[in-house]
């Protein structure tokens, strides 16, 4: 398939939605959600991951997979059965996002990294940052992504600098974050609508790669 643009009725199926939350209503308008979402977002990140194979070479960059509109209810007081959004990601082989894509009425967020480290991930992050030439490394990398405007954060970061760090050390916020990601700007008006969507992520994608090829090199 070949993107051409979100169909401008997209965003009224989740304005729909919304106000359905039925199972009947959602089978009956199934396919007019795939042909509205699910395959233009799927034409979109495959064309987006080819146009990055050389930005990341060596490295090899995963199939984009598309997240299940369902919600898991299990665990949850919120019994709402479906998410009012379509959202995908392109995954590297080590965990870290070449880019998140998350489009819809609860939110829009495009960006790339490490949403939230594993326990295991986290040891080594904090290994990296304390270490001189990593941690230095990372913090370049970070300092320049956002004088370039771009937002990096960490997941539910903690308040204070981990036990074993110094309460100063030069890179106590990085120490503090449990994942680490760089969001885009906010999609120009009306480009959703547009192929030029896909020009503008790889935009994107190519400024915030080195953040991500250095989570993949340290297996973060």
Same mark, same amino acid.
């Given at each position: 398939?070949?993107? $051409?643009?979100?169909?401008? !009725?997209?965003?009224?199926?989740?304005? &729909?939605?919304?106000?359905?939350?039925?199972?009947? =209503?959602? !089978?009956?308008?199934?396919?007019?959600?795939?042909?509205?979402?699910?395959?233009?977002?799927?034409?979109?990140? &495959?064309? /987006?991951?080819?146009?990055?194979?050389?930005?990341?070479? *060596?490295?090899?960059?995963?199939? +984009?997979?598309?997240? %299940?509109?369902?919600?898991?209810?299990?665990?949850?007081?919120?019994?709402? +059965?479906?998410?009012?959004? #379509?959202?995908?990601?392109?995954?590297?082989?080590?965990?870290?996002?070449?880019?998140?894509?998350?489009?819809?009425?609860? &939110?829009?967020?495009?960006?790339?990294?490490?949403?939230?480290?594993?326990?295991?991930?986290? /040891?080594?992050?904090?290994?990296?940052?304390?270490?001189?030439? $990593?941690?230095? &490394?990372?913090?370049?990398?970070?300092?320049?992504?956002?004088?370039?405007?771009?937002?990096?954060?960490?997941?539910?970061?903690?308040?204070?600098?981990?036990?074993?760090?110094? *309460?100063?050390?030069? %890179?106590?916020?990085?120490?503090?974050?449990?994942?680490?990601?760089?969001?885009?700007?906010?999609? +120009?008006?009306?480009?959703?609508?547009?192929?030029?969507?896909?020009? =503008?992520?790889?935009?994107?994608?190519?400024?915030?790669?080195?953040? /991500?090829? =250095?989570?993949?090199?340290?297996? #973060?």
């Amino acid at each position: 398939m070949t993107f $051409t643009g979100f169909d401008r !009725t997209a965003p009224q199926f989740f304005h &729909e939605l919304t106000a359905e939350m039925n199972r009947v =209503w959602f !089978t009956a308008n199934k396919e007019r959600y795939e042909a509205l979402w699910v395959q233009p977002m799927t034409a979109l990140l &495959e064309d /987006v991951t080819g146009r990055l194979g050389k930005v990341y070479a *060596p490295m090899k960059l995963g199939k +984009p997979k598309l997240f %299940r509109i369902y919600r898991d209810t299990r665990f949850s007081k919120d019994k709402t +059965p479906y998410k009012t959004h #379509c959202a995908g990601v392109i995954p590297t082989r080590k965990g870290a996002a070449a880019m998140y894509v998350h489009l819809g009425l609860d &939110e829009e967020f495009i960006g790339v990294g490490s949403y939230f480290f594993d326990d295991k991930q986290l /040891v080594k992050w904090r290994k990296l940052v304390a270490a001189d030439k $990593t941690g230095k &490394e990372i913090a370049g990398i970070v300092g320049k992504l956002r004088k370039a405007k771009y937002p990096v954060n960490g997941h539910d970061s903690y308040k204070k600098v981990p036990k074993g760090f110094a *309460p100063d050390h030069p %890179r106590a916020e990085l120490l503090k974050m449990r994942g680490l990601t760089a969001g885009f700007p906010a999609i +120009p008006k009306g480009l959703l609508h547009k192929p030029g969507l896909s020009s =503008w992520l790889v935009e994107h994608a190519r400024a915030t790669a080195p953040m /991500v090829k =250095w989570l993949f090199r340290h297996g #973060c």
